[in-house]
């Protein structure tokens, strides 16, 4: 074995150049992939885009049976649930991730991080059929409580309407589900790499326990919180199953958060069986705006993330 | 350390982006379905030859003896041999699947898959070349045929169903619609149920002041655009005609409607509700335990969805060259005037002669034994001219 002398200089520059050439070609298909998706969505979506211009995004006339296509009660059905469910799962995922980090002893802290990770691999289709057959039924009654006690006072009263049990909060409520393991997943991750030493140095000032997470863990962990929501958002725009499932699929735009409503993905799945012609461009055409509203909402969270990091390391 | 995490985070939101992009455009290929299992290979040479000599008597004999049904088909199905995909509506997948099962019982050399994603799904599938037969309950447009790659094909009509007007109603057990009123319960025109309207097709009946809750689709189907080519039909051709919403498999409803999953799902919402109104697949609403409204016809009768009352549809209805038709609003005054029909479609030409011969030994089976199989299921046969016509449509494939 150790006759020949080792040429350790030639056979590591070899490893080195095959190495950065799979790594560059492994970064390259990622690229060439989203390339032709966007190209070749973009394609078949353009005879719907040709036909209704801005409308496809302004209207919210979805009649198919008539060839006009306005997709805007399914954007803003995707983003009041999306908007509904981070208002609910935010702050429990933080919080969660909080108690797990902070408050829960180091030596119980593994069966509560289990059970949080196990909702997340509970498929989608599980929470949907929950959700319309036991959820829905029952929140009926509690909207209708709602809807009756904000009658009269004035902007809740239109938020809170009469309603069905298939709706946009629905909808929300069973993706904030959804996304809170993520959210906090991610959030304990972030907040577990906060050194000790600036933790330490808080309580060594006398800061509560409370005043510790917000002057040295809410600090350094900003970024990486704000990253976990958008996630969380990228996940709860992208949903579909469980969604077609509660949201009623109803295209209309309207204030009553109790009202049946749909989304885009959730208009794809039931539409695209019998779609054809303009009307298959048509769902495709929502493929499309609902991929670039992921793109803008990942664009926006790591410039969030950059700016909040640039700061962070400028103080 | 703290460079590093804004890049970590970057690439996880890329890899989200296309997870969604992914979770976008994967309804493309949901219920494809054409799982192709291996067909059990009973190739002897006995079995090939049988195949070859017998196919040009077999169709011969499909011709000429038009009467007798069960008679008409010598077909050796024994040696038949092949797979055969197709896909297509939802809303034949039971009886399909029924044949299939069957029909693998007498032509045990056959394998036929059926994925059920939509009849709009199985044009395309079978436009493209993908299966090798096709369902749909849909008729397609003429300006479409030219990207069907196999060239020309022949629609071969298979089974009629019934679609009935389900509803939910403490004490009324007995309902009678007219179609006028039909198009104001679905435009949410109407809003209680002891509306004169509904009070002025149920003489005698008394009814309840329970608000109505409409049922329909929330996925596009078959089911609805035969619902709505009946209630235009009916609504006639006039400025101020009933039915506004016009044709398709996806309607614009109004705002206020309730919306389920498949027939089922509907089923659900209308037996969850009361005073719950849907249109609802004759299956369905028999499994769910619907009442079943009986619907004013074109000769002004009330006539309840039954099976019989389908066949005596397709009897009155105009069959059109390509064996293409409609069952909405028919004549007669035992018809029931929202039926669907449903085909099953297939190029006249087919490279492979043994799949040719098992494509036409599958329908011919189901325009013969499958017919006595219908009923079982909930679907009604083909009235006896139909299936004569449909059977000589049949031996025009791969011939």
């Known amino acids: 074995m150790a006759t020949a002398p080792l040429d350790l200089t030639g056979r590591s520059q070899t490893a080195d150049r095959t190495f950065r050439w799979v790594a560059i070609m492994a970064g390259l298909v990622v690229l060439v992939v989203l390339g032709l998706i966007a190209i070749t969505m973009s394609t078949r979506a353009w005879p719907a885009f040709r036909d209704e211009g801005w409308s496809f995004f302004t209207s919210n006339e979805w009649a198919p049976a008539e060839g006009r296509f306005g997709g805007l009660a399914f954007i803003y059905g995707t983003v009041v649930s999306s908007a509904i469910a981070l208002v609910l799962a935010v702050p429990v995922s933080i919080g969660i991730a909080l108690f797990i980090t902070q408050v829960v002893p180091a030596r ?88 000790p030493g600036e933790m330490e140095a808080a309580y060594g000032l006398g800061a509560t326990r409370w005043e510790m997470i917000r002057g040295a863990v809410f600090p350094h962990a900003k970024g990486g919180l704000v990253g976990a929501v958008m996630l969380g958002l990228g996940r709860a725009m992208g949903e579909t199953i469980a969604v077609a499932l509660v949201i009623g699929s109803s295209a209309q735009v309207t204030a009553n958060l109790f009202a049946s409503g749909d989304s885009m993905p959730s208009v794809i799945a039931n539409q695209w069986g019998e779609a054809d012609g303009t009307f298959k461009a048509a769902l495709i055409g929502l493929a499309v705006t609902l991929f670039v509203m992921t793109i803008v909402v990942n664009m926006a969270a790591s410039a969030i993330v950059e700016r909040s990091m640039r700061k962070s390391r400028g103080a | 350390m703290r460079s590093r995490k804004p890049r970590s985070i970057l690439a996880l939101a890329g890899i989200t982006a296309l997870g969604l992009v992914a979770a976008a455009c994967g309804d493309d290929d949901s219920g494809a379905g054409a799982t192709t299992t291996a067909a059990p290979t009973t190739t002897n040479a006995a079995a090939t030859t049988a195949a070859a000599t017998t196919a040009a008597p077999t169709t011969t004999a499909a011709a000429t003896t038009t009467t007798t049904k069960a008679a008409a088909p010598a077909i050796d199905y024994k040696s038949l041999k092949g797979t055969l995909n197709g896909s297509g509506a939802t809303f034949p997948k039971a009886f399909y699947d029924e044949a299939i099962a069957e029909f693998k019982k007498v032509a045990p050399g056959v394998t036929i898959n059926y994925g059920a994603g939509g009849s709009g799904k199985g044009r395309q599938d079978f436009a493209d070349q993908v299966t090798d037969w096709g369902a749909s309950d849909g008729v397609v447009k003429a300006e479409d045929k030219p990207k069907y790659k196999g060239g020309d094909f022949v629609y071969i009509p298979t089974v009629i169903a019934p679609i009935t007007i389900s509803y939910n109603l403490a004490g009324v057990d007995k309902l009678q619609l007219s179609p006028d009123t039909i198009a104001k319960i679905f435009q949410l025109q109407i809003k209680t149920w002891n509306d004169p309207a509904i009070a002025a097709d149920n003489p005698g009946v008394k009814l309840p002041d329970t608000s109505i809750t409409v049922a329909v689709r929330a996925d596009s189907s078959g089911t609805t655009e035969n619902f709505s080519i009946f209630l235009d039909l009916a609504a006639g051709d006039n400025a101020t005609k009933a039915w506004a919403l016009k044709r398709g498999s996806t309607i614009q409803w109004p705002a206020g409607v309730q919306a389920g999953q498949g027939n089922s799902g509907v089923a659900k919402v209308v037996k969850d509700t009361a005073g719950g109104i849907g249109y609802v697949d004759y299956s369905d609403a028999k499994a769910t335990g619907l009442k079943t409204a009986a619907v004013k016809n074109k000769a002004g009768k009330f006539v309840a969805p039954t099976l019989e009352a389908t066949t005596a549809a397709a009897e009155g209805a105009k069959i059109n060259d390509d064996l293409t038709f409609s069952l909405a609003w028919a004549d007669g005054d035992k018809a029931y005037p929202i039926a669907a029909p449903t085909w099953i479609l297939a190029y006249k030409k087919i490279a492979d002669p043994d799949k040719a011969a098992a494509l036409r030994g599958f329908l011919t089976w189901i325009l013969t034994d499958g017919q006595k199989l219908a009923p079982k299921i909930d679907f009604a046969p083909l009235p006896g001219a139909v299936d004569d016509k449909a059977l000589a449509a049949v031996k025009t494939i791969g011939a």
């Open chain 1, 108 to 195: 119980v802290r593994k069966p509560f991080v289990y059970v949080v990770d196990l909702l997340a691999v509970i498929p989608s289709v599980v929470f949907g059929l929950w959700g319309i057959s036991i959820f829905a039924p029952w929140i009926k009654d509690r909207y209708d409580t709602v809807a009756d006690a904000v009658d009269g006072v004035p902007v809740l009263e239109s938020l809170f309407g009469q309603g069905s049990g298939r709706s946009f909060f629905t909808a929300g409520v069973i993706l904030a589900i959804m996304i809170t393991p993520i959210i906090s997943s991610l959030a304990r991750e972030v907040i577990d790499t906060t050194p």
